[in-house]
């Protein structure tokens, strides 16, 4: 059994301080439960007193507002009032389920050969992880995870579900990623089953992988599951399709593993979270490399378990994205979007990699998605993103005590120059 966290403990004797029949009531996972500290509280004081730039949020921001599709939005007055109100079945909307499925087909050529599962809806994609640790992990199984990583799979898979964590450095030395890492904590993991997560564009550093890293990662768990392991590989595809940079690869990993090994259970969780800017739509999709006869028990006994808990994904919400999707106007509203966030992701790199801030930080290669990672040569993060907010109205988050992520999404072009002028003065001045 892992030792509770310092925060639950604190929560556990306010609760026994101030109701001990609440404490009394409390299960083992109520016991262990707690908000880790790190990206929420960061980003909850950067909302507060970042008066000039918040980069600390994981969406994208346009001219200050929620970047977004305008065709989600414009249905809202004419659409039936079943779809706003209605109960949506318990796994989605079918046509949504049937829409995502051919959008993960075109834009995934490697899926057009394997068998790919109808996708089942989820109140986010965070709801998706939770499912599947609530299926797959038992205590004491091991997950193989990268030191860098979202924070919320520990809180999900070890926190929640009591999942033995084995990490491996995501970089290897010459900052690519560690593949051979990765080769290596599979292998070190003896057990007969294992649950690995793999994450590209990779939160936090917005990292994508090349073609031949896909394959040596693929190679890694094929080897393993030769050697008789069963392999649940969860692809995390939350930033899919926000890919800038020419030599990296631009479908996911799952099409890769999808039918790889008969031991290899590859899923894929994604969402409109990201893909359609839709945050707060909490519509989320996971999908399996699997066919028809395994599917059908899998998707009752994934019923079932969102039966018990949400009882299914907002009908509205579902709606929204489903109508956007069908609409003219769609493609290229998000192309735009992309568009927006290309030239910030470029317009980031040119800068951080000027000379002139050689001396203060390194730059982790980032490619994708939302944001990218500054491993400070002298200073403390966690100084200079509080003196950043205090002194220059500036959120950014510290990882570590030497990693500061900005989130460019939530930048105008026009600023980032200004933001990382700012951020450089500050590490100088220390
Ligand atoms: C890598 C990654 N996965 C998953 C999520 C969560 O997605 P959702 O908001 O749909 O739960 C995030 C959100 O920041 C993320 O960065």
């Known amino acids: 059994m892992q030792d509770l966290n310092s925060l639950a403990i604190e929560l556990n004797k306010q609760i026994q301080n101030a109701t001990p029949v609440v404490s009394a009531l409390l299960s083992k996972l109520?016991?262990?439960?707690y908000l880790p500290r790190g990206i929420l509280s960061q980003t909850a004081?950067?909302?507060?007193?970042?008066?000039?730039?918040?980069?600390?949020?994981?969406?994208?921001?346009?001219?200050?507002?929620?970047?977004?599709?305008?065709?989600?939005?414009?249905?809202v007055p004419a659409l039936p009032l079943e779809s706003i109100y209605g109960y949506a079945p318990v796994l989605g909307q079918p046509e949504l389920r049937d829409a995502w499925k051919m959008h993960l087909i075109k834009e995934n050529p490697s899926l057009a050969k394997t068998a790919l599962?109808?996708?089942?809806?989820?109140?986010?994609?965070?709801?998706?992880?939770?499912?599947?640790?609530?299926?797959?992990?038992?205590?004491?199984?091991?997950?193989?995870?990268?030191d860098k990583?979202?924070?919320?799979?520990?809180?999900?898979?070890?926190?929640?579900?009591?999942?033995?964590?084995?990490?491996?450095?995501?970089?290897?030395?010459?900052?690519g990623f560690n593949t051979l890492g990765f080769h290596e904590a599979l292998a070190d993991a003896t057990d007969e089953k294992l649950l690995v997560l793999l994450n590209f564009p990779h939160n936090p550093t917005g990292y994508a992988i090349?073609?031949?890293?896909?394959?040596?990662?693929?190679?890694?768990?094929?080897?393993?599951?030769?050697a008789g392991c069963s392999i649940l590989v969860m692809i995390d595809d939350a930033y899919a399709g926000l890919w800038y940079d020419a030599s990296v690869m631009r479908?996911?990993?799952?099409?890769?593993?999808?039918?790889?090994?008969?031991?290899?259970?590859?899923?894929?969780?994604?969402?409109?979270t990201k893909e359609e800017y839709a945050w707060g739509l909490r519509v989320g999709f996971m999908s399996f490399g699997l066919g028809a006869a395994a599917m059908q028990p899998l998707e009752?006994?994934?019923s079932g378990l969102i039966r018990a808990n949400t009882s299914g994904a907002s009908q509205i919400s579902q709606t929204l994205i489903l109508e956007a999707m069908k609409a003219p106007g769609h493609a290229d509203q998000k192309q735009h979007n992309y568009e927006t966030l290309?030239?910030?992701?470029?317009?980031?790199?040119?800068?951080?990699?000027?000379?002139?801030?050689?001396?203060?930080?390194?730059?982790?290669?980032?490619?994708?998605?939302?944001?990218?990672?500054?491993?400070?040569?002298?200073g403390n993060a966690e100084v200079v993103r509080q003196q950043l907010l205090e002194e220059h109205g500036i959120g950014t988050i510290a990882l570590s005590e030497t990693e500061l992520r900005v989130a460019y999404s939530c930048l105008a072009e026009s600023d980032i120059e200004t933001v990382f002028e700012v951020i450089a003065r500050v590490i100088d001045r220390l």
């Open 30 to 33: 109520g016991k262990r439960v």
């Open 342 to 378: 290309k030239a910030r992701a470029l317009k980031t790199k040119e800068i951080t990699s000027d000379a002139r801030y050689a001396k203060l930080w390194e730059v982790y290669p980032s490619h994708a998605g939302y944001f990218m990672c500054l491993s400070l040569k002298s």
């Open 251 to 272: 479908e996911s990993l799952f099409g890769l593993l999808a039918g790889c090994h008969p031991n290899v259970v590859p899923v894929k969780i994604d969402g409109a």
């Open 300 to 302: 009752q006994k994934l």
């Open 117 to 146: 599962s109808l996708p089942i809806v989820t109140s986010g994609m965070t709801h998706g992880f939770s499912l599947l640790a609530e299926l797959f992990t038992d205590s004491g199984d091991t997950l193989i995870l990268p």
């Open 45 to 75: 004081e950067a909302n507060a007193k970042a008066y000039r730039f918040n980069a600390t949020r994981a969406i994208a921001l346009e001219d200050r507002d929620m970047m977004h599709l305008a065709v989600s939005r414009e249905f």
């Open 210 to 226: 090349t073609a031949t890293e896909a394959q040596h990662i693929v190679d890694a768990i094929v080897a393993r599951a030769d």
């Open 149 to 175: 990583i979202w924070g919320n799979y520990r809180l999900i898979f070890q926190t929640k579900a009591g999942a033995n964590i084995q990490t491996y450095p995501f970089f290897n030395a010459s900052n």
